[in-house]
């Protein structure tokens, strides 16, 4: 937490395979960390072309942490912006265990403007993005 108070997200943004995959890799999910991350992606979202579909890679293998109440609320009101805009987010999750826990929420979440997926591996993720 002390990065971003010094103004330095905990989580970096990139894009993969030519700019088709946006990608925020977090090293924490603390409120302060969710909040800037949250105003980045809507953003990203709202400025995002009409014809492009959307792709976004969530890595949030942080060693020893968990996914919070508040990133689970913060990411569904999110989810919800631009629903005319198709697209897939592809969940990067540490291990299998946490992976169907997550699944089982995004399920229950529903969501009936993109896909959505868990996934332990970077690279099946990505293959499942670009399809």
Known sequence: M?????GIPNYSKEWLHGDRILCYRFRDLVP?????????????????????????????????????????????EISRLRPE??????????????????????RAAGNEYRQRRVFVVQAVAVSWLLA
């Open 2 to 6: 002390q990065d971003i108070v010094r």
């Open 32 to 76: 302060a960390t969710v909040d800037h991350w949250g105003d980045d992606l809507s953003n990203m979202l709202l400025e995002w072309p009409d014809t492009r579909p959307w792709r976004l890679l969530l890595d949030i293998r942080m060693k020893g942490n968990v996914v919070s109440a508040y990133a689970l609320r913060r990411s569904y």
């Open 85 to 106: 805009l198709p697209g897939r987010l592809a969940l990067l999750i540490g291990n299998r265990l946490a992976a169907e826990i997550m699944s089982a929420g995004m």
